[in-house]
């Protein structure tokens, strides 16, 4: 393996992806993980050529395309453009021939084999790698913490899960996971507040995300944002989106917050990537009126102005019965997790809790979970959350520290290895 060039780091999120070569402190590139295809007939020799756009491009042209993300929940549900989002990592971003570099994928813990499986064929039959590896995504947030204890609760678009470490070992009976994360919030639009206490319209609800959530807000005020590339338009200012540290918090008293909400407050303001300019209200009701000021003038188009909202739809991370999801919280995940581990390792966890992914970015997730975590424990245990400031990025950084180590070469797995006995990847990655 000595041979091998300088390997290349691909963090395949269900909403992001994010690449680039081993031993850099960023990744080379992060776009959404979708792909999207024109919703129009082209009728003029000029117009823009291709059938399938990813990265920048889709971005640029989502208003002619619909949309589709090919991985949800960490499990990827369309091969074709999961391919198809590959290539143009290796293409268009990297610039690059996969044929010349290993490639450590990473992937959500507790996933279906056929999704490892079914990576492995592609990268070693299509991409002709050299060598390949796959590594749980909380782990990889873990060596880029600098420990080799700890656990990691890592939230992100599709998959939330807590994975305990002890001094380089994992446990994997004791890994929990859940797939209520950024993109998984849902009926928060239905959600009421009660007796002291934030209830549902209805006993249980449609599955839906946050984005959606949002849409049928815009559409009960008399805006019709109902297209693919339109949803990406709102996801751009929901809880989960670009802007999400300024967009939405995590209330440590949601009884006491709900009940400041609705005596009003000021606003925030943040600029979207064109320039405009949205104002985020903490007056209800949850939508006020929609408008955006540009910066350079007075026109007006859209204002969003949110009010409980900010800090209903999260909530549902650490409180997800409410719209009827059977699922424990973000906060029980991290201590049903430590609980599973041995009672000696039990206080070295509690003592190095580390957060990860974009889902833990929201404002105050950090104070909320320190508050929850410490009634479920024994009054005397110290608990130590660390928030990292890049931890959007803790996974891939991960990945580039361990992928660059030089005892690191012999848990490739090799092309000719995999050609021979294709279960290698289950046997050498667990």
């Not at 104070?367 to 110290?382: N, S």
């Not at 891939?396 to 690191?408: C, D, H, K």
Request: charged residues 25%; glycine residues 10%.
């Amino acid at each position: 393996m000595d041979h091998l060039n300088q390997p290349v780091v691909i963090d395949q999120g269900s909403g992001s992806t994010k690449a680039g070569f081993a031993g850099s402190d960023h990744p080379t590139c992060y776009f959404p993980s979708y792909v999207g295809r024109p919703k129009h007939t082209r009728v003029m020799a000029g117009a823009v050529e291709g059938d399938a756009f990813v990265g920048k491009k889709a971005q640029e042209l989502r208003g002619l395309l619909k949309i589709n993300y090919p991985m949800s929940h960490g499990i990827v549900t369309d091969w074709d453009d999961m391919e198809r989002i590959w290539s143009h990592v290796y293409t268009d971003e990297l610039r690059t021939l996969s044929e010349e570099h290993p490639v450590l994928l990473t992937e959500a813990p507790l996933n279906p084999s056929t999704n490892r499986e079914q990576a492995a064929q592609i990268f070693f039959e299509t991409f002709n790698v050299p060598a390949m590896y796959t590594s749980v995504q909380a782990i990889l947030a873990l060596y880029a913490s600098g420990r080799t204890t700890g656990i990691v609760l890592d939230s992100g678009d599709g998959v939330t899960h807590a994975v305990p470490v002890f001094e380089g070992f994992s446990m994997p009976h004791a890994i929990r996971r859940v797939d209520v994360a950024g993109r998984c919030v849902s009926g928060v639009s239905r959600l009421v507040w009660k007796g002291g206490m934030l209830t549902s319209a209805s006993a249980r609800l449609p599955h839906r995300d946050v984005t959606e959530h949002l849409q049928l807000l815009l559409r009960k005020a008399g805006y019709h944002l109902h297209t693919t590339a339109e949803k990406e338009v709102v996801r751009m200012i929901s809880v989960f989106g670009i802007h999400i540290e300024k967009t939405c918090y995590v209330a440590l008293s949601p009884a006491k917050e709900e009940k400041e909400s609705q005596g009003g407050g000021r606003g925030e303001d943040f600029r979207l990537p064109d320039g405009n300019l949205i104002r985020v209200s903490s007056k209800p009701p949850c939508m006020l009126l929609m408008q955006i000021t540009r910066s350079t003038d007075t026109d007006f188009a859209l204002l969003f102005q949110l009010g409980a909202e900010r800090h209903r739809a999260p909530e549902l991370l650490f409180t997800p019965e409410l719209v009827g999801l059977e699922y424990s919280g973000v906060h029980q995940v991290v201590v049903d997790s430590i609980n599973r581990a041995d009672l000696d390792l039990r206080k070295s966890l509690f003592g190095n809790v580390v957060l990860s992914g974009g889902g833990t970015l929201v404002k105050g997730f950090g104070d909320r979970l320190l508050h929850e975590v410490k009634k479920l424990a024994l009054r005397e245990t110290k608990i130590r959350i660390s928030a990292p400031p890049e931890r959007k990025y803790s996974t891939w950084i991960g990945g580039s520290i361990l992928a660059g180590l030089s005892t690191f070469k012999k848990m490739w797995v090799s092309a000719e290895e995999y050609q021979e006995d294709p279960d290698i990847i289950f046997k050498r990655f667990g």
